[in-house]
């Protein structure tokens, strides 16, 4: 059976950025690899790709020799990301087909912090039910919508699952991902 594919999205560096989200992304991706799971990452070209939540979570994975498989929208020009393994060009800019790519190529999602492109990430999965797990101490977007619908149709989608560690974050996420599987019908 293939590994499952576990996504980090997340904070870039803005203003409201804490350092702590560094230490929890970090620790979020080396327990994803430590599961014997596919870190997804999708940072965007000209911000995310060495720096921020996302690469933190591919850092923590690299550190104990996982694999990061990284969306991005083109190739970066200039610059190479430092902990992705594998990157695949979704192309387009921001705004849709990169976040596609990202969470549909997903088992599961753990969301940290973030904002508007975090959530149009978690309400892209949540529409196709690929499950979303927010760590609800990390602020943003994931606090906001831990344990809660994203729209009234409850009988359709489960509510994003609040956790309040990476290592909760992790274990959520494979249980939900497991699940996902064995509900996904074969394409």
């Known amino acids: 059976m293939n590994k499952l594919k576990i996504g980090v999205i997340g904070s870039y560096r803005d203003k409201y950025f804490d350092e702590k989200l560094i230490t929890i992304a970090f620790e979020t991706g080396k327990r994803i690899a430590e599961s014997g799971s596919t870190l997804i990452v999708g940072p965007e070209p000209m911000k995310g790709l060495n720096s921020g939540v996302i690469a933190a979570a591919a850092e923590g994975a690299k550190s104990v020799g996982g694999l990061v498989v990284g969306i991005l929208s083109r190739m970066p ?95 959520k996420a494979i249980l939900l991902a497991k699940n996902y599987r064995k509900k996904r019908t074969p394409v």
Do not use: W
């Open 77 to 171: 020009t200039g610059y190479e990301p430092k902990y992705i393994d594998v990157m695949i060009y979704s192309g387009g800019e921001m705004g849709g087909m990169r976040e596609v790519v990202l969470t549909s190529s997903c088992d599961a999602i753990i969301s940290i912090c973030g904002g508007a492109g975090t959530l149009c990430e978690m309400a892209l999965a949540y529409h196709n039910r690929v499950p979303v797990v927010a760590i609800k101490t990390t602020g943003g977007v994931s606090a906001k919508f831990a344990g809660q619908y994203l729209d009234y149709r409850k009988e359709l989608h489960t509510p994003i699952t609040a956790a309040a560690s990476p290592q909760e974050a992790v274990e």
